[in-house]
């Protein structure tokens, strides 16, 4: 009589930390950045307690990777928009724009990109993903700017300003359906179009 087969249990490794990612993000979503222990995100995920401890070091090490994640989700929602055209103006309105969408289609994202307080200095990952989503958006920001520190602050104004409408939107203070964040969206690619205009005709005159 032959022994029963032994079938194996648990978790790939790369299908744990991937698990373990999707819980953080489904509690992230409902609870906020800090409204989570990696206990919690390990029976989300259903694996045991210790298990993430094979891949994070602690709370703060998973929402690390899901900040890189994060940055890398923008370049390329970025990118995409403004490779609809080539006027430097109408990109960084897509830019803004774009960034609405992002702090409400990828809420979780957005909220541990932003709000999640990593040191950057502890997680040299998320600063380099930072950097290159910095380095994607300068180039357009250069051609209606003096120079490289006026580019820098010029795309810090249209960021920090979609940013802030996007903020309100999720308050609900222009709505919550559909419409309004497609508005919304609009609204933030007319500021961004204002303020990039105002820096191009600052050159001109």
Do not use: W
Not at 51 to 59: I, M, Q, V
Not at 139 to 149: G, L, M, T
């Amino acid at each position: 009589m032959t022994s029963p087969v032994k079938r194996r249990t648990g978790r790939h490794h790369g299908d744990l930390r991937r698990a373990l990612e999707e819980a953080a993000l489904a509690l992230v979503g409902e609870r906020g950045p800090h409204g989570f222990t990696l206990a919690e995100a390990s029976r989300r995920a259903g694996v045991s307690v210790a298990a993430p401890y094979k891949h994070f070091a602690d709370r703060d090490a998973l929402l690390a990777v899901l900040a890189e994640r994060g940055y890398r989700a923008q370049q390329e929602r970025f990118t995409r928009a403004m490779a609809a055209t080539e006027d430097p103006v109408e990109q960084l309105a897509a830019f803004a724009s774009a960034y609405v969408r992002f702090a409400v289609e990828d809420r979780a994202l957005f909220d541990i990109t932003f709000s999640a307080g990593l040191d950057k200095a502890e997680h040299a990952g998320v600063a380099a993903a930072g950097e290159e989503l910095l380095a994607a958006l300068m180039p357009v920001v250069i051609r209606v700017a003096p120079d490289e520190d006026a580019a820098y602050d010029l795309l810090l104004r249209i960021a920090s300003a979609a940013h802030g409408i996007a903020l309100f939107l999720r308050q609900g203070l222009f709505g919550v359906s559909a419409e309004a964040l497609d508005q919304t969206a609009d609204r933030a690619a007319r500021t961004a179009r204002d303020i990039a205009r105002n820096s191009l005709a600052s050159i001109t005159d």
